[in-house]
C-alpha cells in the first residue's frame, strides 16, 4: 500500500517535470564538465556533497561485463546511439502513459487472464544495451544513456571476482534452503520482510527508489536512503571503528577527505547482506566496504566501492556508477515494514499452492 | 599577576555588560552552523514518557516471568498541566488503547513511533545540522527525517513520520510536523492523536550538553485545545558513544506472522 502509494507520487513528479530542465541536467552531466569544475564546499570548508541524488541512470547496465565487451569499460559511439534510444523510449512510456507500449508487465498480465498468448516481450528480462527498456509503471527511469558496459569496474574484464571455496559451499547451501517452497517470514529476503538492503544495496539502481540524500554537519557526513529506509552517521573525526562485538547489517562507518573525495570505510558487519541488488549475495562478518564519493559536476557524484572480503572473493573489486541530482526529486518516507501486506499474501499463498498440489496429488 | 587580574576583572565587567540571555549562549557552546546554534549531537531523554507521557506510579508488567526489570517504573510525566485535553469520544479510545496497550501499541510492531514520541523513547537519536537542512535519524527502527529549512512545504501525503518545515526564531529551531496518518500513538499508555495532528516543536541549546524540547499539540479531531510536552534531552559525552544500528522487525515476526505459522502453517 505505501509503496504503491510512493510509487503513485512518484510518477506522477516525473511527468511533471519540465523537459527543458531535464534537458539541461544532462547536457551539465557531460564529462567534459567535469575538468574546469570546482567543488562547492560547506560553510565549514569541507566539500560539500549535500542534497538528493538518484542512480537511476545506471539502470539497464550489467553488473558484470557482458562478454562481447570484453576489456572495454565504455560503450562505442554507435553502442551509446543504441542504448540513448532505447533510454528515450523508457523516458516516453513514463511521460505518455497512454503509450500502448506502456506497461510490458501489465500486457503480460492481460493477456494471461483473457487466456491469449501474451506480445512477444522484446528481451523485457534482457540486460545492458541489449535489454528492452524499462517497465514504465514502476516509475523510475534512466536519464541519460550511462557510458559504462558494466557497474563493476575492476577488476580490468568487468566480472566478479571468483569465490573462495568456503563461500562456494555456503552459498550452495543457501541456495538448496532456497529451492524449497518458501513457507515461513524468514525463507523471504531481508528485502522482502523489510529489514534493509545494506550498503551495497541501498545505492545500486533497481526498479525504484533509487534516492538518497547526503546532509553534513562539521565532522560528519549523513546518508539516508529512501528504499526501506537507513540512515548511515559517518564521522569524519579520525575516530576508531567499533570493537568487534558490535556488529550489524549496516556495518560502522569511518570516514575522511582526500581532497574532494570523501571516503568511507565501513566493517563490523553481520554477515547476512551481500553486495547484490537489494542487499542481495553475499557477505562475510569480515568484510571491509571502502566507498568514495567525489563531487565530479554540480549534478553529479562519481561514486565508488570497492568489497574486500577475503573470506568471499579470491580478489578485491570495485564497482562504480555516477550519481545524478535531479530537479524535483524528493526523498519520501518509506514504511516498508509498516505496510508490508505483501508478507502475510506470500505466506498464505504458498501454502493454498501447496495444498492445491497436494489434493491433485491424491 | 597584576595584568591576569585585571583581566579577569575586565572579563567580568564585560559579562556584567552582556544581556542575560547572551550570557548562557556564550557558555562553551559548539561553533555555530551558518549563524545558528548547531544542535548536532547524539542525544537522548531521562525519564519513563515513553511508557506514559503523564505522571504515573510504579505498576506491574505485563508478564510476571520478567519480574522487577519487566515491571512499569514510575515518572512525574511531561504534559504541561498535567492533563490533556481529550475529547470525550477520544477519551474513551484512550482507555481502550490503554487496556489494550500489550498488543495495540505500534511501536510493539516495529512500526515508526511518529513525532513527538520518536524524541523521547528509550533510544537516543543523532541531529545533524546543516547550513541547509537537518536531519533526525533515530536509532529505533534506522527512523529518519529531514527537516526542510527551505521554503515551506506541504505533506505530498499522510505518513507516520509527518512532514517537517523548520526556521530559527532566535537561537530557537521552530518545526512545524504535519500530514501525519493518525496511526502513531504518543506512548505506551495509548495516548494518540488522528491524522489531523499538527505538533508545532521547539529546540533551544540551554547549555553545550543540554537541549530543552517542547512540542505543542493540536488536533481539534481528538483534543479541545492545544496542549504542550515538555522534555530536556542530554547529549551523549562517552568517548566512542554514536548511534548504532535496531533493527526491529525481526524481533517482531514471530508477533505480527505467527498465527501463519500456527493456523495455516502447521507448524
Known amino acids: ?362 | 599577576m597584576q595584568k591576569r587580574f585585571l583581566g579577569a576583572f575586565a572579563a567580568i565587567l564585560a559579562l556584567g555588560a552582556l544581556p542575560a540571555a547572551a550570557q548562557t549562549r556564550t557558555a562553551n557552546l559548539p561553533a555555530a552552523v551558518a549563524g545558528h546554534p548547531n544542535l548536532s549531537g547524539l542525544w537522548q531523554s531521562f525519564g519513563t514518557a515513553d511508557w506514559d507521557i503523564q505522571g504515573h506510579g510504579a505498576e506491574p508488567g505485563p508478564f510476571y516471568q520478567l519480574g522487577a526489570i519487566g515491571a512499569v517504573p514510575p515518572g512525574i510525566g511531561i504534559v504541561e498541566g498535567e492533563e490533556i485535553p481529550y475529547l470525550p469520544a477520544a477519551l474513551e479510545q484512550k482507555k481502550k488503547n490503554l487496556a489494550n496497550r500489550w498488543k495495540e501499541d505500534p511501536v510493539i510492531k516495529c512500526y515508526m513511533p511518529g513525532i513527538p514520541r520518536a524524541n523521547y523513547m528509550p533510544f537516543p537519536f543523532e541531529i545533524i545540522e546543516s547550513q541547509k537542512n537537518i536531519l533526525f535519524a533515530y536509532e529505533f527502527g534506522s527512523e529518519n527525517r529531514v527537516v526542510n529549512m527551505g521554503k515551506p512545504e506541504e505533506a505530498v501525503t499522510d505518513t507516520w513520520m509527518g512532514t517537517s518545515n523548520g526556521h530559527w526564531e532566535g537561537n530557537t529551531l521552530v518545526v512545524d510536523v504535519t500530514g501525519f496518518n493518525g496511526m502513531a500513538w504518543f506512548d505506551r499508555a495509548g495516548n494518540f492523536a488522528s491524522d489531523s495532528l499538527k505538533v508545532t516543536e521547539r529546540w533551544s541549546l540551554l547549555d553545550a550538553n543540554t537541549l530543552n524540547y517542547e512540542a505543542t499539540i493540536e488536533d481539534p479531531k481528538t483534543f479541545s485545545r492545544p496542549w504542550k510536552v515538555n522534555v530536556i534531552l542530554y547529549r551523549h559525552r562517552e568517548p566512542g558513544a554514536r548511534l548504532l544500528e535496531f533493527k526491529c522487525v525481526e524481533f517482531t515476526e514471530e508477533l505480527i506472522y505467527g498465527d501463519l505459522r500456527r493456523k495455516v502453517l502447521g507448524k
Open chain 1, 1 to 362: 500500500m505505501n509503496r504503491i502509494l510512493a510509487l503513485g507520487s512518484l510518477v506522477a513528479m516525473a511527468a511533471a517535470l519540465p523537459l527543458a530542465a531535464q534537458t539541461t541536467a544532462a547536457s551539465k552531466n557531460t564529462a567534459a564538465a567535469g575538468k574546469a569544475f570546482s567543488a562547492p564546499k560547506t560553510a565549514w570548508g569541507d566539500p560539500d556533497l549535500q542534497g538528493t541524488w538518484t542512480s537511476d541512470d545506471t539502470w539497464g547496465v550489467p553488473m558484470a561485463r557482458p562478454k562481447q565487451y570484453g576489456d572495454r569499460l565504455y560503450l562505442t559511439e554507435d553502442e551509446l546511439t543504441a542504448r540513448e534510444k532505447q533510454v528515450k523510449a523508457s523516458e516516453q512510456r513514463i511521460v505518455n502513459p497512454s503509450n500502448d507500449n506502456h506497461s510490458p508487465a501489465l500486457r503480460q498480465l492481460e493477456a494471461e487472464e483473457s487466456g491469449k498468448e501474451a506480445p512477444a516481450a522484446q528481451g523485457a528480462f534482457g540486460r545492458g544495451v541489449d535489454a528492452a527498456p524499462v517497465p514504465g509503471q514502476f516509475g523510475e527511469y534512466a536519464r541519460r544513456a550511462s557510458k559504462q558496459t558494466s557497474q563493476v569496474i575492476w577488476p580490468a574484464d568487468g566480472q566478479v571476482p571468483p569465490m573462495t571455496e568456503e563461500a562456494r559451499k555456503m552459498q550452495a547451501a543457501a541456495a538448496a534452503t532456497r529451492n524449497r517452497t518458501p513457507s515461513t517470514w524468514t525463507d523471504w529476503s531481508i528485502y522482502d520482510r523489510c529489514i534493509t538492503r545494506g550498503v551495497a544495496g541501498s545505492i545500486i539502481p533497481v526498479i525504484y527508489g533509487n534516492g538518497l540524500e547526503i546532509v553534513q554537519t562539521p565532522g560528519y557526513v549523513a546518508i539516508r536512503y529512501e528504499m526501506v529506509h537507513d540512515a548511515r552517521i559517518i564521522p569524519t573525526d579520525g575516530r576508531a571503528h567499533l570493537p568487534s562485538s558490535i556488529r550489524s547489517y549496516m556495518g560502522d562507518p569511518v570516514g575522511h577527505w582526500e581532497g574532494n573525495t570523501l571516503v568511507v570505510e565501513t566493517t563490523n558487519f553481520n554477515g547476512r547482506v551481500g553486495v547484490g541488488p537489494n542487499g542481495g549475495g553475499t557477505l562475510s562478518e569480515d568484510a571491509k566496504l571502502i566507498e568514495r564519493f567525489t563531487r565530479a559536476a554540480d549534478n553529479t557524484i562519481n561514486y565508488e566501492l570497492t568489497i574486500d572480503d577475503p573470506k568471499t572473493y579470491t580478489a578485491e573489486w570495485k564497482i562504480g556508477f555516477p550519481i545524478t541530482h535531479e530537479p524535483g526529486y524528493e526523498i519520501y518516507e518509506y514504511a516498508c515494514h509498516e505496510g508490508n501486506m505483501a508478507m502475510r499474501n506470500m505466506i498464505t499463498g504458498t501454502a493454498a499452492v501447496e495444498k492445491a498440489a497436494a489434493e491433485k496429488k491424491k
